[in-house]
């Protein structure tokens, strides 16, 4: 089974920056999808950056494009959420997340979640 497991989240002023990794196990599905969600207490989780394995598909949620983007690195099995420009708006607990097949932008039909990272930006 798929195991992902998240880290870099810390306490950082706006305007500052943080690198998130997620390193998940090694997996036998042919085509796979990469994401990263977030969810502040009393808010729904959701969607805020994904891939898709062959790297034809990234996507960003609206409020943070131009901000955060995606990297990877697949010879250690670790995909990254680099966050800049940060805002106390980003403030969350961040979760990573893979399916099969193509990526998606809702929170529902993941194989595996991470266990959280949180992330504090302070004004």
Known sequence: QV????SGGGLVQAGGSLRLSC??????????????????????????????????????????????????DDS?????????SLTPEDTATYYCATRQWVLIESDSRWDAWGQGTQVTVSS
């Open 3 to 6: 195991r992902l497991v998240e």
């Open 76 to 84: 250690k099995n670790t995909v990254y959420l680099q966050m800049n």
């Open 23 to 72: 390193v998940f196990s090694e997996t036998t599905f042919r085509a796979y999808a990469l994401a990263w969600f977030r969810q502040a207490p009393g808010k729904e989780r959701e969607f805020v950056s994904g891939i898709n394995w062959s790297g034809d598909d990234v996507r960003y949620a609206d409020s943070v494009k131009g901000r955060f983007t995606i990297p990877r």
